[in-house]
């Protein structure tokens, strides 16, 4: 997706697509009807990307109301859905609603798409926190209050128009900055997550980051309070949007550029990790390289990778340079140890632990290609693509990006030569009650698995396997269960 589409800035109107029409339309007619003076702003992300003329695939409607809350707004569209035999759902989320019944934020569907509503707004926040205290306000109130300028257009459905009241989203728009409404310290302080979105909106959009922006990301106490006051999942999620960018690798650089990378990966010290082999000032200049690296590799592969497949390949790219390295976890008994590299995506970023399991098996099956003799042998190639399963592809990348030497082409033209491709799905040839017939002294027990587990491992390293040959090894193998 481009960040950017030529259009024509000296008129910065928004064209609406048939559905959205349908949607603005039955809204203004339920104002009529209702003989509301009501203003309807549509607020955030959907703005921005229609003046960029980004196409979305879904819609996100944010509708911001200047005179009714969005509960009961709702419940009047409702009731008019339901005269216009129109389906509708409507959900209501409350924010501290003995304090504040009339800032609830509520959701309803129209024409099957999910609308949100919720009163234009005010924020003030406390040092410790970055959960505002919300109050009502009036629409420059509610611009000021937004993360980034681009962010912080309105598209006015009344009337039709782009209205810009910070006075400097459609410029920052058309000249590709981010920027924030108030002074970045100030913005970043009330809440530190918006740094990360700022670095998120530079990537995706490939705009320029604004100088005071990039000053205020440097501070210390910014970056104290994104250690302090923004959640581990939060951070996680922002990242985890990173990933999924159009340009995951600016990201990084960016979080590297602004000193924010130790906040967001490594915010506190790790439990006995085993010694690196680097300073740890050296890992953002690392782990940037690493993905970079990853990210060259695959552009001059012939070997692709769908989304999912990508975005868990950034991930083990990027943590690379703590590859093979230990965090013991003392408190536990009995004591146990993980990856340095789990631990920073379950623990600092609170990602899937599904994600800290992949990256590690990435890892470890990478750097066993480091060994040049490892693919020549059929039984470590068979094991290799059992552990890895689908997961073959990235790992066989960022061993080829690690290693110069190392080819993921010739790699998987080797896996296919000696018919390993479906390793992973390579089932014994004889079961259980086969092995115990044919060993009549074997019982069932640890014995049984063991063999089992030698059997696979003998079918990997015999490309012309048969039942009856197999049968042979182990009557020999195991004969004093005869």
Request: charged share 30%; net charge neutral.
């Amino acid at each position: 997706m481009t960040s950017k589409r030529k259009r024509d800035w000296a008129d910065p109107s928004i064209k609406l697509n048939s559905l959205e029409e349908k949607i603005f339309g039955f809204l203004l007619e339920v104002l009529k009807d209702e003989r509301r003076k009501t203003v309807l702003r549509v607020a955030g992300g959907w703005v921005r990307d229609k003046l960029l003329q980004l196409e979305c695939d879904d819609i996100d409607i944010d509708i911001a109301l200047d005179d009714i809350s969005g509960k009961d707004f709702a419940h009047i569209v409702e009731e008019h859905l339901e005269k216009s035999l129109e389906h509708s759902s409507v959900a209501v989320f409350l924010k501290n609603p003995d304090k504040s019944k009339h800032l609830e934020t509520a959701r309803i569907k129209i024409f099957d798409v999910w609308i949100d509503l919720v009163n234009l707004r005010t924020e003030t926040y406390a040092d410790s926190s970055r959960v505002p205290e919300i109050v009502l306000g009036t629409a420059e109130e509610d611009a000021l209050r937004r993360d980034l300028t681009i962010n912080a257009l309105f598209y006015n459905i009344n009337d039709g128009v782009v209205e810009d009241l910070t006075s400097l989203g459609l410029t920052d728009l058309r000249e590709g900055i981010i920027r924030t409404p108030l002074q970045p310290r100030t913005t970043f302080l009330d809440d530190p997550l918006r740094a990360l979105r700022a670095v998120r909106f530079a990537g995706k959009l490939g705009f320029k980051v604004n100088p005071d922006v990039i000053e205020a990301c440097r501070l210390p106490e910014v970056r104290s309070a994104l250690e302090t006051k923004v959640s581990k999942e939060r951070i996680g999620i922002e990242v985890d949007k990173m990933l999924r960018s159009a340009s995951p690798l600016t990201c990084v650089n960016l979080l590297r550029d602004l000193s924010l990378f130790p906040s967001v990966f490594l915010p506190d010290e790790m439990p006995n990790m085993d010694p690196l082999e680097f300073e740890v000032e050296e890992a953002p200049k690392r782990c940037s390289a690493g993905m970079s690296k990853f990210l060259s590799t695959l552009e001059s592969s012939k070997l692709s990778l769908p989304k999912k497949l990508l975005r868990i390949g950034l991930l083990a790219s990027l943590l690379r340079p703590f590859g093979g390295k230990h965090v013991h976890y003392a408190q536990s008994k009995p004591s146990r140890q993980g990856t340095v590299a789990a631990h920073i995506i379950r623990h600092c970023l609170k990602l899937p632990g599904r994600d800290a399991d992949e990256v590690t098996i990435i890892h470890v099956c990478s750097a066993k290609l480091e060994n040049p003799s490892f693919v020549q042998n059929r039984l470590n190639l068979g094991t290799l693509v059992r552990e890895s399963k689908v997961l073959l592809p990235t790992v066989l990348l960022l061993a080829q990006s690690q290693n110069e030497n190392i080819s993921a082409e010739q790699i998987q033209r080797t896996i296919i030569e000696m018919r390993l491709e479906n390793a992973a799905s390579l089932k014994p040839l004889l079961n259980g009650k086969e092995i115990m017939r044919l060993l009549p002294k074997l019982s069932k027990g640890p014995k049984l698995g063991e063999i089992m587990h030698e059997q696979i491992d003998w079918q990997l390293a015999h490309q012309d396997f048969t039942a009856d040959k197999c049968k042979q090894w182990i009557a020999e193998k195991h004969a004093s269960f005869l």
